[in-house]
């Protein structure tokens, strides 16, 4: 039995009456202990299905089997309870309480599992020592640099030590080399028996995942293995950039040159 | 994160807590809820302070109005009570009657001795007849004069008939009366203003402008009834008073009748006096037969009056107060919708985002609450030490005062609450 098992999986965002389909049909298998990078250009869904993986949203149309058991069929409470007991989720937009200290916001999720005030803080202090943040506990969010932000939003996720982590674009706002010791870091959770899926943009970290899916338009366009894969999207990627480069350039001269 | 915690699979179903688990989740919630709505509040001093202070005020005018209620209450049951229960009065004047009848009263014939000579001689079921007449007047002993005393005459049924006791020496007799006597017995009052530390026996006052007495007992001090004091007080016999005074004046019968026979009693000497007076079937009677459950009873739909106005005071205060505890919490909930789905987000359930925000409301409402309470107990508290009335504040409504606030938090705040928690995940990490 798979851990994450979608089926024809539709996402619709109705704007007044115009409707955004943000994924259209995906059909996505995922085993336990795998480590799955997520690529795509901006826009193709990739947030979307995060969210929806990671019992925050529920789809359109289609079915989400986590574990084996059908997520429509959880109540709220057990879904409260699967995000806060199974799954770590680090957000595109780091999404910490701006009034917490850096501590605080990694205690957070603790305080919903009913750890005791000593454990909680011994535990959110060891996440932040992970994320070498031990000198900025105390600070608050507004008083820290992105980095750092995305640092204790990835702390906060690991804390809890989830089954399940779910990063989206973890590495964003850090230089290459923090960024690797993320990366190396959940790396080394996947050797425990986590299951990571890991958004990104950099192929050198999508190429190094064992199994990478790219989304184009909110449809898989390639599943397999991670250096193919992140491959191919930078060359996608590369060409699109290019043919923009050279419309853009080709209207210019079109226009400056009499 | 201990190296031997190796991730767990995850579970068809959550992973269950244990008890202990669940009492500290319960706690750590509940502790972060106080914390957080401290937080809100402090951010948002003025609009607090405002709310908790109206509230503060519509319950200690609640609290005011209904203590100083009780005090009333308390001290009338309690002069009511000099009058005894089995008493009663007949009199010119119907008790608590209002202005408008105020002439038709005044028009009716005295209640005079022949009025009480026929009840004495064809009442049977009354138990002791004091006929009472009184006049405000002065008296001297020694040169040192005291105005305004009431000088009463009576008969020996006077302490029968009204409960007073004789302190020291003896009380008015038959035989003082029938001889028309100089005897005198004096309130406590008069005893100290004239005679501190010395035997008031045997001494002889001036009482009016030419009556002479001498003092042949003293009462038990009675303490204030109605709001008047009751031992400036000077008792002569009925017959040395109309011969001092004339027989001017009205008498009042205080009339004792056998415990569980007051109506019957009443039927028996309102008879009797229409008898005497010679009234026609149809003509209505021209005397009072008062008792003191009827004086309640007006008393009584007074206290109701002012009761229902108080609540309505009440109600209305908590209206508006619950507007402005909604109002505060409405904003937090808008303020803090990003957070709400982090919470959500990171495991909180509907319930521990609707205690959040109930905690924030109840904590506004439980100060205005304790705020009102302790500034109606201190208004009470002043009220009993600067006035006459007893005005003890009901432990009952202190209690009710804080539950009461503490409700009014939890209706009011139900609603945003409710909005808060159901609020969808993802569409609250969005808002901007
Ligand atoms: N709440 C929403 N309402 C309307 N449209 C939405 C909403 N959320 C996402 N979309 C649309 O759905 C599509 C997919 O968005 P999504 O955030 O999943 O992209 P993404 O792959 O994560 O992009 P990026 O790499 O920039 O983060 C986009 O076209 C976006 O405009
Ligand atoms: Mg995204």
């Known amino acids: 039995m798979a851990l994450i098992e979608l089926e024809k999986i539709v996402k619709t965002y109705e704007l007044g009456h115009q409707k955004v389909p943000a994924l259209r049909s995906i059909d996505v298998r995922i085993e336990r202990n795998e480590f799955v990078a997520i690529v795509g250009q901006s826009g193709s869904g990739k947030s979307t299905l995060m969210n929806i993986v990671g019992c925050l949203d529920v789809p359109t149309s289609g079915r989400y089997r986590l574990s084996g058991r059908d997520v429509s069929d959880l109540s709220d409470d057990e879904l409260a309870d699967v995000r806060n007991l199974e799954i770590g989720f680090v957000f595109q937009s780091f999404q910490l309480l701006p009034r917490a200290t850096a501590l605080e916001n990694v205690e957070l999720p603790l305080i919903y599992r009913g750890v005791s005030r000593k454990e909680r803080r011994e535990q959110a202090e060891h996440a932040l020592d992970l994320v070498q943040l031990s000198d900025r506990m105390t600070h608050r969010p507004a008083e820290l640099s992105g980095g750092q932000r995305q640092r204790v939003a990835i702390a906060r996720a690991l804390v809890t030590q989830p089954s399940l982590l779910l990063a989206d674009e973890p590495t964003g706002n850090l230089d290459s080399k923090t960024g690797e010791e993320i990366v190396w870091l959940f790396h080394e959770l996947h050797e425990k028996g986590n299951t990571i899926l890991l958004v990104t943009h950099e192929p050198k970290l999508a190429a190094r995942c064992p199994r990478a899916v790219r989304l184009v338009d909110g449809v898989v366009v390639a599943d397999g293995k991670g250096r193919e894969v992140a491959l191919a999207n930078a060359e996608a990627l590369g060409a699109e950039t290019l043919a923009a480069f050279n419309a853009a350039q080709a209207a210019q001269t079109g226009r400056r040159v009499p | ?432």
Not at chain 2, 121 to 139: F, G, K, M, R
Not at chain 2, 419 to 429: N, T
Request: hydrophobic share 45%; with cysteine; glycine share 10%.
């Open chain 2, 1 to 432: 994160m201990s190296e031997s915690a190796l991730p767990l699979p995850l579970a068809t179903r959550p992973r269950q807590m244990g008890f202990r688990r669940k009492a500290a989740r319960v706690f750590g919630e509940l502790r972060e809820a106080v914390a957080q709505a401290a937080y809100a509040l402090r951010a948002h001093r003025l609009r607090a302070t405002l709310t908790i202070s109206g509230i503060g005020l519509g319950i200690a005018m609640l609290i005011g109005i209904l203590t100083v209620l009780s005090g009333f209450q308390v001290s009338f049951l309690r002069q009511l009570n000099t009058l005894g229960p089995n008493t009663l009065f007949v009199h010119k004047w119907k008790w608590g009657v209002n202005g408008n009848d105020w002439w038709k009263y005044k028009n009716r014939p005295h209640v005079t001795q022949l009025d009480w000579r026929a009840l004495e001689a064809n009442a049977n079921l009354p138990e002791a007849i004091a006929p009472i007449v009184s006049n405000d007047a002065s008296v001297t002993y020694g040169g040192k004069e005291l105005k305004h005393v009431d000088v009463r005459g009576s008969t020996s049924k006077y302490l029968e008939a009204t409960g007073w006791q004789i302190r020291r020496g003896r009380f008015l007799t038959d035989l003082d009366h029938e001889l028309g006597t100089d005897a005198c017995v004096i309130g406590a009052d008069l005893e100290e203003a004239f005679f501190k530390g010395q035997e008031p026996l045997g001494q002889r006052l001036k009482v009016g402008p030419s009556t002479r007495c001498t003092i042949v007992g003293t009462f038990v001090r009675k303490g204030n009834a109605f709001g008047q004091p009751q031992d400036l007080r000077v008792l002569i016999p009925l017959s040395a008073f109309t011969r001092s005074f004339g027989l001017k004046r009205g008498l009042v019968l205080s009339v004792v009748a056998p415990a569980g026979k007051v109506t019957q009693t009443e039927d028996e000497v309102i008879s009797v006096m229409r008898n005497a007076r010679r009234l026609r079937p149809d003509q209505e009677d021209n005397f009072s037969v008062n008792r003191q459950d009827k004086l309640l009873q007006g008393f009584n739909q007074m206290t109701l009056a002012l009761n229902v106005v108080g609540v309505l005071i009440g109600i209305i205060t908590a209206i508006v107060g619950g507007i402005g505890i909604m109002n505060i919490l409405l904003v937090s909930v808008k303020e803090r919708t990003r957070e709400i789905g982090v919470r959500r987000a990171l495991g909180a359930r509907r319930t521990t985002i609707l205690l959040q925000f109930l905690c924030e409301a109840v904590m506004v409402s439980a100060m205005g609450g304790f705020v009102g309470v302790a500034l109606g107990a201190g208004a009470g508290k002043l009220v009993d030490v600067l006035t006459p009335f007893p005005a003890s504040v009901d432990p009952k409504v202190v209690i009710g005062g804080c539950l009461g606030s503490i409700l009014l938090g939890a209706i009011f705040g139900i609603w945003p609450a409710l909005s808060a928690a159901f609020l969808h995940p993802i569409e609250a990490l969005r808002y901007e």
